[in-house]
């Protein structure tokens, strides 16, 4: 089709807000999810809402947008309800445009600069409306061309998602662990529970100074710290302190990180710090360190992040409006279970090489991500070229001959899969098999007698 403005070929519906009053927290008869932008993270605050006529509602593969605050250009999908006010549906013209071709490009960079550009510009609250919406240009493909374009980010975001499961089932294992080991051990009768602050060697509250975003020294917030307790070292904020304040505020290995100030759901998020050096913390934060020949930092986090744990966390914050604090002093007064300094220790082994295979998904997890925002670059430059080659044994799977005649890379890529042997099981071979025999009757392939040695290779010229 050419050049094209987003509203020429597709919608945009926004949310409604209906009162808080009518939320309910449990799923019931005639009721309907309620969808808010948090809601596409955890399902640990889920609401519901009397089912009208009146609502705006999406199903699973509908496409989502948030439209103002801290997730502006937040592409959101895979669940199904009502939807608030903060969200805007896509609403696609199916005979011009795709639906997951439409939600690849609002993943693009070239769309998410635009909204940053037209959001920051906003006086009050970041956000756009359709006007700013209409004004953003792009190439539209033949649908031909977006399906196959669908085809091959959906393969490598197929894969991203089932990196991130895996890691959501070892962070299971982990929790079963720490049960396994604590809450079903059958000696725990004969553990005693003391109060925290006789094993608290010191406590010390972040640097309370403004952050400045983009430079001095990389600081971790409330916000890098997961539900769960792991850390998310991604939207770093960074501030600049005189050398006396960074030793002061240095995070050391081994260091708890306690979130004292957040919501009540959230209050208390806690974790281990590891060896990675040049960090400090911010003031919703305090560090803990602990006489180690007592209690172990991987034992008393796992505790505070287990369900008992946020249940007491819960329970005993100080609550004012919509935050909790949870003070050292306040954290020090809590009774907790003391196993044996030698269980602990062996807990702790266990977590660790849990956490290296963890840590093995993540970087294998980033590196696909990186890959998908290249990709997502390239297809939405002018140029539009996609770069197949580390995916490829992935995307041969959806692959017929038909893909890749006439496409001297994908067939360089199929001969290379043979020559690696790069198959999953045999049912992947007998399909790129069966595609090549289709691509050497078309003569894409050649026979070729190398040495008196016969070889494949692709007809360039054909």
């Not at 304040?245 to 050391?252: P, R």
């Not at 290995?253 to 400090?280: A, P, Q």
């Not at 890749?404 to 199929?414: E, H, Q």
Request: proline share 2%; charged share 25%; with cysteine.
């Amino acid at each position: 089709m050419g050049t094209v403005r987003l509203l020429e070929v597709c919608d945009f519906v926004g949310g409604s807000q209906p009162p808080k009053s009518i939320f309910v927290e449990q799923p019931q008869q005639g009721y309907v999810r309620l969808l808010q932008i948090r809601d596409f993270e955890s399902d640990h605050r889920a609401v519901y809402i009397p089912d009208k006529n009146n609502l705006r509602k999406v199903e699973k593969y509908d496409v989502l947008l948030a439209r103002y605050g801290a997730s502006v250009g937040k592409v959101l999908s895979g669940k199904a309800g009502a939807y608030n006010v903060a969200l805007m549906k896509a609403v696609p013209d199916e005979t011009k445009v795709s639906r997951r071709f439409i939600y690849y490009l609002l993943k693009s960079k070239q769309f998410q600069n635009y909204l940053k550009i037209i959001s920051e510009s906003r006086a009050a609250q970041a956000g756009f409306n359709k006007r700013d919406l209409n004004r953003f240009i792009f190439n539209l493909p033949s649908l031909e061309r977006q399906e196959r374009i669908a085809v091959q980010l959906d393969t490598i975001q197929t894969i991203i998602e089932n990196r991130e499961r895996s890691i959501v089932e070892y962070e299971t294992l982990k929790k079963a662990l720490f049960f396994s080991f604590f809450v079903a051990n059958k000696e725990r009768e004969h553990w005693s529970y003391n109060e925290l602050s006789r094993y608290i060697k010191k406590t010390r509250y972040g640097v309370a100074e403004a952050l400045n975003g983009e430079t001095g020294f990389p600081t971790i917030r409330m916000n890098n710290l997961t539900y769960e307790g792991a850390l998310n070292l991604s939207e770093l904020k960074f501030i600049a302190l005189s050398d006396e304040e960074f030793k002061k505020y240095e995070l050391k290995d081994r260091d708890i990180l306690f979130n004292r100030t957040n919501s009540i759901e959230l209050v208390g998020k806690t974790t281990v710090w590891g060896s990675l050096k040049g960090f400090v913390y911010a003031g919703y934060l305090f560090t803990i360190k602990l006489d180690e020949k007592k209690l172990n930092p991987y034992y008393l986090a796992a505790y505070l992040n287990s369900d008992l744990g946020k249940a007491i966390l819960r329970n005993k914050a100080k609550q004012s409006g919509n935050m909790a604090n949870f003070s050292a002093t306040l954290l020090g007064k809590q009774k907790i279970l003391i196993p044996p300094i030698e269980l602990q220790k062996s807990y702790e082994e266990e977590i660790f090489n849990l956490d290296k295979h963890i840590d093995a998904v993540k970087q294998s997890h980033n590196l696909l991500h990186e890959l998908f925002q290249a990709l997502l670059q390239d297809i939405f430059s002018s140029k539009g070229n996609v770069n197949e080659n580390i995916v490829f044994g992935n995307l041969i799977k959806r692959f017929t001959s038909l893909d890749i005649a006439g496409n001297i890379t994908r067939s360089k890529s199929l001969l290379k899969l043979f020559k690696d042997n790069n198959f999953e099981n045999i049912a992947d071979y007998e399909h790129s098999r069966q595609i090549l025999f289709e691509l050497l009757l078309s003569n894409d392939i050649q026979q070729k007698i190398i040495d008196n040695k016969i070889s494949l290779g692709v007809n360039e010229i054909n």
